[in-house]
């Protein structure tokens, strides 16, 4: 498995190498082009201290100074065997008159100058020095030219090798210093028990890592949250269920001690009522863990408001018969948003039916939809009783209720809601970046309740 450790070592040490590698091969290139000048300089002046040599038509020592004392001089420091430099002295007819080496024989360039030359399959460097008794060559390999390079290059590669090995050295040891606070910070995650959610310590965190323990923490402490959400929703529901349940075990109790058709009637509607209420209790439950389970989120859809508050209204047409309200609705086609659809009719349905639960008889109940340059709104007005402002943020509390009472479980005629519904429609409005607020409805009379939803382009 890949580690940040061995990763930063593979490219910084590949780099190195490359490097070291590079700087190599430019040192055999310039040695390579500065030692040909240099030596085509040496056969210029070899020429032209072999042509002043006293001893013309002999042989020539190239380092005996009596012989050439000016290019004794300036090869001093040099090895004969090294440079291996062949002079030759040829008459006015171009016949060698001597050679050092004998063994030697470089090509003759037809002219005065400096030449490049093949002769057998090697490639020659020659300057020819013509004077009045004939000429003088000096003649140097280019293969010994190139030997010079590569020599001088490798010089260079023992301490490049042991430069590698100690930046390696000091690469492995500085990471190990710079990492050993995520190591300790992995070795703390490791060693806690499952639910420790406390933040890591972020001393000595290099602050390219900084982001991401960052990042760790804010999710454990979201995660922290999600599970205490959790935890208090289990013991809320277990607790709002037992209400439920006890009035149906009493019902069905009635049901089974009725004495006459009418007594089992009673019975019968009661616990039909109960189921409905519990029925709608464990509904809203569900739709309450599906707005917080974040994680099974759908991806968003951009599509009209009004489509989505039509259909809802069109799923609590029997409700709104029933209560005997009206519903006047309003629509911009200009309001599109980016969300879940199914979502967001979750959100539309609860506050339908909240306002038509508390709506008196006869009542009406306007829906609109509108949009301005940068947002959608969606507002619902009734005429119920409205919400007391100092109430209005805990109704958004789970399993709170404005007016329940708690014998309401037991009063056939009432279907008391189950103090999820706006708990809900938070939740969906917080998945989707939305704002609510709650208002008093036109005159004071009623509740308003106003959506704000970010506006999107309509769809092509």
């Excluded at 490798?154 to 930046?167: N, Q, T």
């Excluded at 943020?393 to 399993?399: T, W």
């Excluded at 009432?414 to 969906?428: E, K």
Aim: net charge negative; charged share 25%; glycine share 8%.
């Amino acid at each position: 498995m890949p580690t940040l450790r061995r990763s930063l070592l593979f490219v910084i040490g590949s780099t190195i190498l490359i490097g070291t590698a590079s700087m190599m091969l430019v040192a055999y290139r310039f040695g390579h082009d500065e030692l040909g000048e240099a030596f085509d300089e040496m056969l210029r002046v070899a020429s032209i201290a072999a042509a002043r040599s006293p001893r013309a038509g002999t042989a020539i020592d190239l380092f005996d100074p009596g012989a050439v004392p000016e290019l004794a001089r300036r090869l001093e420091a040099d090895d004969e065997d090294e440079i291996a430099i062949v002079l030759q002295r040829l008459s006015p007819g171009g016949e060698v008159l001597a050679s050092r080496p004998a063994s030697e024989r470089p090509p003759v360039p037809p002219s005065q100058g400096l030449h490049r030359l093949g002769a057998d399959g090697a490639l020659w460097h020659v300057f020819r020095l013509d004077h009045g008794d004939g000429s003088t060559l000096a003649a140097q390999r280019e293969s010994t030219r190139r030997m010079l390079a590569r020599d001088a290059a490798l010089d260079l590669l023992v301490p490049a090798i042991a430069l590698v090995a100690a930046l390696a050295a000091a690469l492995t040891w500085a990471l190990g210093r710079v990492l050993a606070p995520l190591d300790r910070a992995a070795a703390t995650l490791r060693q806690r028990r499952p639910g420790a959610l406390e933040p890591l310590d972020t001393t000595g965190i290099p602050g390219e890592a900084l982001p991401f323990v960052d990042a760790t923490n804010d999710l454990m402490k979201r995660l922290d949250e999600s599970l205490a959400t959790q935890r208090r929703f289990v013991a809320d529901a277990a607790h709002e269920l037992r209400t439920p349940l006890a009035v149906l075990r009493i019902q069905t109790r009635n049901l089974c001690n009725a004495r006459d058709d009418d007594g089992r009637a009673s019975a019968i509607f009661e616990l039909e009522a109960g189921m409905k209420r519990a029925e709608r209790l464990v509904a809203g439950l569900l739709d309450l863990s599906r707005a917080d389970d974040s994680g099974r989120a759908e991806p968003f859809q951009r599509f009209w408001l009004g489509a989505a508050v039509e259909a809802s209204i069109g799923r609590v047409a029997p409700l709104v018969r029933e209560r005997g309200c009206m519903l006047h609705f309003e629509t911009s086609e200009q309001a599109w948003i980016d969300g879940e659809p199914e979502q967001i009719g979750i959100l539309v349905d609860n506050l339908l039916r909240n306002a038509i639960n508390h709506a008196p008889s006869a009542s009406t109940i306007d829906v609109a939809v509108d949009c301005d340059e940068h947002h959608v709104y969606l507002s619902i007005v009734d005429q119920g009783p409205g919400i007391a402002p100092d109430q209005r943020e805990r109704v958004f509390e789970r399993f709170a209720r404005a007016g329940a009472m708690p014998d309401d479980w037991n009063s056939p005629g009432i279907i008391p809601g189950s103090g999820l519904g706006l708990s809900i429609v938070r939740a969906i409005a917080d998945r989707h970046d939305a704002g609510i607020t709650l208002a008093d409805g036109p005159r004071g009379v009623g509740l308003s309740v106003r959506v704000r939803f970010a506006r999107t382009p309509p769809a092509s």
